[in-house]
């Protein structure tokens, strides 16, 4: 069969960004160059891969997604070959593909990296970020699409490791301005028929209402969102209050409303925070050095970007 590595690659880049002209701004080439790469596939496997949408873009072809699945790991094993290259030299160097969920990447990751390069100030580092929920994660984890992804140990395969780094317990967040706010610490009964602004995303979601279940109480549930941010700035501005584990070291919501942190009193299970990858996976020198400086920089005592 006459097909290139290159053409593979631009087939790739085109299921990635969703259309020819995101895949060709990627790659840094013409459109011209993505489309005739799909069209002389196409062509020589005799199989359309994908349906084209006018001003929409692309999608997949059922026999197209199996193509993909076959492309990744070609690619994959190519991406081996350049680590296996790399490691031989044992340098640092990119990319280092990391996965974090969506409600810590933010406070977390800057933090992380930016001291993460100071140690390595003359690499090429290329950090891919992934920031999705516990589930996406651990699939991107299988598929490959990450190296290692910080998430919270919770429902863990057997097929995923897990390294714990921190643990975190419970708070209640409400809005400086809130009754609330001056407790030292808060019973969760007392918020029984509290408006509750839930975060709708896993894990945050079946950990909180675990907790209220623990006590036998049925929550008051006002608002829900997915977004960690709009959560934090409808509590700040009196809507209701939440629960958070990892709290921001600014405690105010996007708007610049005050926000406060109550300590959850009671024997409650605390999130541990930590490192899960494939067991025995092939890793290149980067993403070793970069999970040793995880575990050597998120702890007890001291989180990036976080209170403790």
């Known amino acids: 069969m006459r097909f290139t590595f290159r053409q593979i690659e631009y087939f790739a880049a085109v299921v990635n960004s969703g259309s020819v002209a995101a895949a060709a701004s990627h790659l840094r080439v013409s459109p011209s160059s993505i489309s005739a790469a799909i069209t002389n596939l196409e062509e020589e496997f005799r199989v359309l891969f994908f349906v084209r949408h006018h001003a929409r873009g692309l999608s997949l072809t059922k026999e197209g997604k199996r193509f993909m699945l076959e492309a990744r790991t070609i690619l994959k094993q190519v991406n081996n070959l350049n680590i296996v290259a790399s490691g031989l030299s044992e340098e640092v160097i990119g990319p280092i593909d990391v996965g974090c969920l969506t409600n810590i990447a933010p406070i977390i990751m800057p933090e992380l990296c930016t001291d993460f390069l100071k140690i390595y100030p003359n690499t090429q580092l290329q950090f891919s970020f992934k920031y999705a929920s516990h589930t996406k994660l651990i699939n991107s984890l299988r598929y490959g699409e990450i190296g290692l992804a ?11 490791s897990f390294t714990p780094l921190v643990e975190f317990p419970p708070y209640v967040l409400v809005s400086e301005e809130n009754r609330l706010a001056t407790k030292k610490k808060i019973k969760l009964s007392e918020l029984e028929k509290e408006p509750f602004i839930q975060l709708d995303r896993s894990p945050a979601r079946e950990y909180d209402l675990s907790l ?7 929550p008051y549930i006002a608002y829900k969102s997915s977004q960690s941010m709009l959560v934090r700035t409808m ?4 809507f209701g209050f939440s629960i958070i584990n990892i709290r921001p070291k600014v405690e105010c919501a996007l708007d610049g409303s005050k926000l406060a942190t109550i300590p959850l009193e009671g024997n409650y299970n605390h999130l541990t925070l930590g490192i899960a990858m494939v067991k025995h996976p092939f890793l290149s020198t980067s993403v070793k050095v970069f999970k040793d400086f995880c575990c050597d920089n998120i702890r007890k005592n001291s989180v990036p970007g976080a209170l403790v």
Request: aromatic residues 10%; without cysteine.
């Open 212 to 218: 209220f279940l623990q006590q036998g109480i049925r």
């Open 150 to 160: 910080l998430t919270y140990d919770l429902e863990m395969p057997d097929d995923i």
């Open 235 to 238: 509590v700040a501005n009196d």
